[in-house]
């Protein structure tokens, strides 16, 4: 065997079973007109036990030949080979690399016409080397019943996955005056964007890039001719941190990616830093193919933007940690509203349209939830173990409740529009103001006075300005967003893996969004906070 599929890399992995095929995604990145591959969550067997937590295997791995000995090494190569990123001498061998310009042990800026050499002569100990490495997943897990396992094969057989470390490099490849950088945001906002932005400018003229701009209002900044690029410096993004939103604006849909290619060439951009989620990564990823096609020396890297949190391989994504924390403004208020009045119930709706990560997690920090609804967890309104007879108990027992639900939850007692956003995303229904209805009819039918209050605070959350957290994640983001740049790579992203920051090549994060497994030891634990019991 000396290949081994990519279904097969994933592994037989034991989570969740996804709720609905509303859960499948097929990129259209943000209206691009080009074919990213249309990837869905495989299928798989469900095994019910009486928690209500379910454990699957994927029914559509290939197998592996565990009886040859060397499946092992055949299955860490493949995955070394899918997790190699691309370099721009995979194009242009003959590209010759320079000593690196980024040394923080010259103190003064570098000239204009680098009279004094690229770099200082003096030793620095700050370069990554190329051949760094981070471990993907840290825990070897010795049994597939364990919370969370992820089993190669069901002896659950330990194998190392190493991913690309993050960081300067002593060698770069492009030279800092022949570099024109430019910046695109795309999809909706997210707390710290403008961190971001902020910290790849700052990045860039360290290394001496003096053409620097921002592409307005996402991808159609590339051919909208009413939109001027802008041009970007230290001076410029100094305080844009202080305040949420972008300072570039953005915006759904564009052009194609052949248009795009051929205004950046008009427009001499070489390196481009795309801020998005999962369908502006397949735009990214096009992108850098066409100019691969091409034979253009561009570095496209992109910095994941998801306030979901629901990007595959990954600790988190920035923005993430702000909505959690600003979600318990909403939920104390649900709280207080609910406590305040006599039988009161508090619905609050958050974001996540396939994932529940802030709902999980706001639920978990707050301490206040006593149901937390998600996309991956199947539940039932009414009936005897529905979200209703609960509610009821809840008000008998405790006199109010609070109510914490995804935007993607739910959505098969919604009817459907079949309507998409400008990013092919299916526009959902008010599962929150579902909520409020039901409950209000359910309590007015047995008799039962009930006092409910609806908040959604989305929008509020998204215009927030990162916390201290978000933040510091940002900064490290933007700068090896340039690092890796320089360094020669395209058609990457940077994240941090294991608490370490790494380079993942785009299609590895892309192929589905990230989920909350309902067998994990978070989502056990928010079920022990809320106390809640399944409601199927």
């Known amino acids: 065997m000396d290949s081994i599929s990519r279904a097969a890399i994933a ?9 609905s095929t509303a859960y499948l995604h ?76 980024f040394c923080l042990k010259m103190r003064t800026p570098v000239l204009e016409d680098f009279a004094g050499g690229y770099p200082s002569d003096e030793e620095w100990h700050g370069y990554i080397n190329n051949n760094d490495r981070v471990l993907l997943k840290v825990i070897r897990y010795s049994s597939p019943t364990s919370a969370g396992a992820e089993c190669i094969d069901p002896g659950c057989t330990w194998a190392e996955q190493w ?86 604006g953005v915006s759904r849909g564009g052009p194609s990616v052949s248009d795009m290619v051929d205004s950046m060439e008009e427009r001499g951009i070489n390196m481009l830093f795309v801020l998005g989620g999962n369908g502006t990564h397949a735009g990214a990823n096009a992108i850098h193919n066409e100019c691969c096609k091409r034979r253009l020396r561009v570095a496209v890297v992109g910095v994941p933007k ?12 920035f923005g993430f940690d702000t909505a959690v924390e600003e979600a318990q403004r909403a939920i104390n208020s649900a709280y207080i509203e609910a406590h305040s009045a006599y039988h009161g119930i508090g619905v609050v709706k958050l974001m996540g349209r396939s994932s529940g990560f802030i709902a999980m997690h706001a639920a978990l920090a707050s301490g206040q939830v006593d149901i937390c609804l998600i ?36 959505q098969n007692f919604l009817e459907k529009t079949n309507a998409t956003d400008a990013s092919g995303n299916i526009v959902f229904g008010d599962i929150g103001v579902h909520i409020q209805q039901e409950t209000k009819k359910y309590f007015k039918e047995i008799g039962i006075h009930s006092d ?19 933040g510091i994640l940002c900064a490290v983001l933007g700068q090896n967003a340039v690092h890796g740049a320089f360094a020669g790579y395209s058609g990457i992203t940077v994240g941090i893996c294991n608490t370490h920051y790494v380079y993942f090549p785009i299609p590895e994060v892309i192929s589905y969004p990230r989920a909350v497994d309902p067998n994990s030891r978070m989502w056990h634990r928010c079920l022990t906070s809320t106390g809640q019991p399944d409601f199927i």
């Open 26 to 101: 097929s990129y259209r990145s943000h209206g691009l007109f080009f074919h990213s591959p249309r990837v869905s969550r495989p299928n798989f067997s469900r095994i019910a036990n009486r928690s209500g937590v379910f454990a699957q295997i994927r029914k559509d791995t290939p197998a592996i030949d565990f009886s040859d000995p060397d499946w092992k090494v055949k299955y860490q190569k493949d995955f070394e080979r899918r997790f190699n990123i691309p370099h721009i001498t995979d194009l242009f061998p003959e590209a010759e690399p320079i000593p690196s310009t």
């Open 306 to 317: 998801t306030i979901d949190n629901d990007i595959l391989l990954m600790d988190k994504t």
């Open 163 to 248: 991913v690309h470390r993050a960081g300067p490099r002593e060698k770069i490849y492009f030279k800092p005056e022949e570099v024109k950088a430019a910046i695109v945001t795309c999809g909706g906002l997210c707390p710290g964007l403008n961190d971001v932005i902020r910290q790849i400018v700052i990045t860039l003229e360290i290394y001496g890039v003096k053409k620097i701009v921002g592409i307005p209002f996402g991808y159609r900044g590339f051919s909208d001719n009413d939109l001027s690029e802008m041009p970007l410096s230290r001076k410029v993004v100094q305080n844009v941190h202080l305040s949420g939103g972008s300072l570039l």
């Open 452 to 470: 409910v209050k609806y908040i959604d605070p989305t929008y509020m959350i998204r215009a927030c300005r990162a916390n201290a957290s978000d």
């Open 11 to 19: 592994g037989p992995k034991f989570t969740s079973l996804p709720r």
């Open 375 to 410: 996309p991956e967890v199947p539940f039932h309104l009414h009936g005897p173990h529905g979200v209703l007879r609960h509610l009821k108990y809840l008000i008998e027992t405790k006199g109010s409740a609070v109510v914490c639900v995804a935007e993607g939850a739910g």
